[in-house]
């Protein structure tokens, strides 16, 4: 199995787990999308709680300006330099390297 493939079978799985987060079209959008780009389950899920309670003023604060939204522990992680982004977007089944995607 190559990379490509073991990150479908591995993102098929972490997609059975954000289910429960799944209420509408768009919710399952950005769940989709954030396996695709290989985003954390944490920040998927903190990702979609975050859409459905702050105000959009409030989101854009939080929004690095590169697509990527981390949740609250993977950006202290971030910041202490414990992690990268491209360690934490290992998962990523898009072709192009973080930031760019391949749309």
């Given at each position: 199995?190559?990379?490509?493939?073991?990150?479908?079978?591995?993102?098929?799985?972490?997609?059975?787990?954000?289910?429960?987060?799944?209420?509408?079209?768009?919710?399952?959008?950005?769940?989709?999308?954030?396996?695709?780009?290989?985003?954390?389950?944490?920040?998927?899920i903190d990702f979609i709680n975050r859409?459905?309670?702050?105000?959009?003023?409030?989101?854009?604060?939080?929004?690095?300006?590169?697509?990527f939204i981390p949740c609250l522990n993977?950006?202290?992680?971030?910041?202490?330099?414990?992690?990268?982004?491209?360690?934490?977007?290992?998962?990523?089944?898009?072709?192009?390297?973080?930031?760019?995607?391949?749309?």
């Amino acid at each position: 199995m190559n990379n490509q493939e073991t990150n479908s079978v591995s993102n098929h799985v972490l997609y059975d787990a954000l289910r429960p987060f799944i209420v509408d079209k768009w919710s399952k959008r950005f769940a989709e999308q954030g396996l695709y780009y290989g985003y954390p389950i944490c920040c998927i899920i903190d990702f979609i709680n975050r859409e459905y309670t702050l105000k959009p003023e409030q989101q854009y604060f939080a929004d690095t300006g590169n697509g990527f939204i981390p949740c609250l522990n993977c950006s202290i992680k971030l910041l202490k330099n414990k992690v990268t982004i491209e360690s934490l977007l290992s998962n990523r089944l898009c072709k192009q390297p973080f930031p760019k995607d391949d749309c």
